[in-house]
């Protein structure tokens, strides 16, 4: 039986154009003594293969079904359900078995059927269930984007599936007015309208506490954001729960989370090429450029429905839900102030700028709003310290005016009175990934002065930590290990767990590492598009991924080249591998050397043959970001 449609008429083409895939192929035939990161690196992906393949068995039923108890909205709601299963589609793209990206599909559609079963009582959003058009009708990108990681990287080993383009033009569709009932977004203003958008349109005013929480259910729980670790009935803690959300505040106005939007319709975009794709995103996130430059390089936290900067907070650009100043008592933890500025919601919608222009002003946006906060830094007891808040705070009752509790611990920092002002400083390792994601975006060596270079991965990259990989893929199978040492030992059934419960034991957490190690990968503030150095495709079977027996290292970058290390672990049979210069095909590479030969590229990927147990260090040449990003796969550009 044929499993997908396209992707077999795909193959039918792939054969008539063979001879273009191996047109420019280098070959080595130098011996390679394995080497332990290669060997490990086959491990991992292997044990990451068998271990989903459980995970799945004990999690999914035969429908697609997450074995769970069900609820709409926000908190343990469908994104959870769904996020569970978010890096089984760059596992296959990076060279696993195809049999994980069939149980993503299973998982996929069966989430959609089961939720469309799932009503509300509570809040008129998920009347008719929270999904419409397989899309969600109203929530915030905070949560929308959670539960469409797994979607964003379906195309990568799979661009040709039919339903997936169907979904991503509909889904772009949503903020480019394409649907007459979803109307996101303002063209004369250029916002996204609300913070709770989908395919319903956008909600303007005040989401419940019911919107994001959801209806109560009955049953005892293991609730992960207010019993600490304990089963208890969720009816008793239901009100608790809701009094999370009584700091959340108006939704109307746009807010930088809903730059994520822009990966939808990037992908939509390197289907066909298609320029309203382009010319959107590119409308969109420079309508946000243009307002960050007027505030002094901070990035503003809400715009109203008018254009102007905060001005649906008093035109305040640090307030709102998930804004700057999004600071309050916590009752349901009981013992702590609760800071959630989603600083990294920022992120995507600049990074998918430079990724179609390749023009470093949207980088530059990026570290202008850390240059702002490091400004502000503090040393104490030699801990560099970095706000991560900016606003008034809040005063000792908290935005609802509830008493201080018993136990709890006042930050001196909140005196009532204070002008606004940057708050809650955190250790400047927090921040390391963001300035990592700067560095590898700009390739400017000043970039460095905010990461750690003497360690880890880009202690490696740098060559002070040679041994990194190995000790790397090691802590990622014992990460497997115990996932499922928990999983047999998980002590709830269907009836006692809700949808993030499952999340815990989840074996695919070595996947980002893998991405880094294999492809010199980076993926966004953990919203999903690939930006990578390289991306290898087995022409012997036609697909995404490493070939069987290949390992891949890459040991250094530059903005003009990436080093890679190529090895052919099979002792008999010689190996094919397709190197793409990008995630997607974004630079163009010019040669490639070896330590005995030079070959002339002029395109965006070439072919390495691999005798048996041959291997080699390739230094790649390359013009960063000198193509449109594409989905297709090489033998097809």
Known sequence: MIRHLPLFLGLCLLLSDRNATHAQTLTVSTPMPAPNWALLQREVLEANTQSIEEFCRVYLDERGYLLHTPRNC?????????????????????????????LFLKAQEGHLRQYKEVTSVTTEIARNSDYHKDFRRQTDWYHQGEGLRGFFFQPLYDPQDAIFQQRIRRFAGFYMNEDPNAPNYDPEVKIIRSLFNGSDGPLIGLATREDWMGDPVE?????????GGEMADFMESYELMLSHFDGFGNSTGDHPLNMVTTILALNAYMLEHESKYKEWILEYVDAWMERTQANGGNIPSNIGLDGTIGGEFFGNWYGGTYGWDFSFWEPAYNKQQYHNNVHHGMWPGFANALLLTGDQKYIDALRKQMDNQYAQKKIVDGQVLIPRQYGVGYDKTGPMKRPLQEGCMWDPEFEEGKEPRWYHFVPETYWEPRNIEIYLWSMDRKDLNRIRTDEGWIGFLEGNDPDYPERALRNQLTIIRDSMESLRNDPTTPDTRLADWPSQYNPLQPMLELNRLIQGGYIAAKMYVLHS?????????????????????????????????????????????VVQTGGYGEHQCSRVKTSDSTLSVN??????????????????????????????????N
């Open 74 to 102: 926000s908190l343990d709601g469908p994104d959870d359900a769904i996020e569970t299963f978010a890096n089984m589609t760059l596992l296959p793209a990076l060279g696993a078995s195809e049999n994980i990206y069939d």
């Open 219 to 227: 049953g005892m729980f293991d609730l992960l954001h207010t019993s």
């Open 533 to 577: 150095r390289v991306r290898y495709f087995d022409p012997a079977r036609y697909r995404a991924g490493l070939p069987e027996d290949v390992a891949s290292l890459v040991t250094g970058v530059h903005e003009n080249w990436t080093k890679v290390k190529l090895v052919n672990l099979d002792p008999v049979k010689a190996r094919d591998v």
């Open 603 to 636: 395109d965006n990927h070439f072919t390495v043959r691999l005798e048996p147990g041959a291997g080699t260090e390739l230094t790649i040449y390359h013009d960063r970001y000198a193509n449109q990003p594409s989905l297709k796969f090489p033998w097809r």
